[in-house]
């Protein structure tokens, strides 16, 4: 069982305030799914890290890389904002260059620093809730970039500068 304080916001939690945290996602791309405690009472869980960026690694070329800690933290601050039992819907995590490329030249709204390249981001889906509450929980964690995009039904998450966009 884990213990899962109510917050008025997620600065507390993103402070450490939470004893136990926990991501619960499905990957959308590879049909993978991820329940793990990866920090427990101030200190980071070395093998869930690792679990982690597998887990958000480019499916299209099965490479990895190290998923920013911080993106980690605002994503189950929001999934604990949302109080929802559903895990999330991973559509996008770390992104190669080669990959980020390819997106590039399909679509406009990819950007050519993206912070998925740094392993900075994530764009997350939950069908228990809409893009506005997810949008709304994440902001409220004043800890990075914050996107919404409701025709395509996801919101983007990263550890950047603490900014919003989109509708």
């Given amino acids: 069982m884990v213990a899962a304080p109510t917050y008025s916001n997620a600065a507390g939690f993103l402070r450490g305030a939470g004893d136990i945290r926990r991501v619960k996602m499905h990957n959308a791309r590879t049909g993978e799914s991820m329940d793990t405690i990866y920090w427990i009472e ?66 406009g709204g990819v950007a050519r620093n993206s912070l998925h390249l740094k392993g900075q981001a994530a764009d997350l889906r939950l069908s228990s809730r809409s893009v506005s509450q997810v949008a709304r929980a994440a902001a409220s964690c ?26």
């Fill in 42 to 107: 101030g200190r980071y869980v070395r093998d869930a890290l690792k679990e982690i960026n597998f887990f958000f690694r480019d499916w299209r070329r099965n490479e990895v890389k190290q998923i920013d800690n911080r993106t980690v933290d605002i994503i189950a601050a929001t999934h604990n904002l949302v109080d929802a039992s559903e895990p999330f819907m991973l559509l996008s995590g770390y992104r190669s260059p080669a990959t980020n490329a390819m997106l590039r030249r399909r679509s």
């Fill in 142 to 167: 004043g800890a990075g970039g914050v996107g919404r995009y409701s025709g395509s039904n996801f919101v983007h998450v990263d550890c950047g500068v603490v900014r919003t966009w989109g509708r």
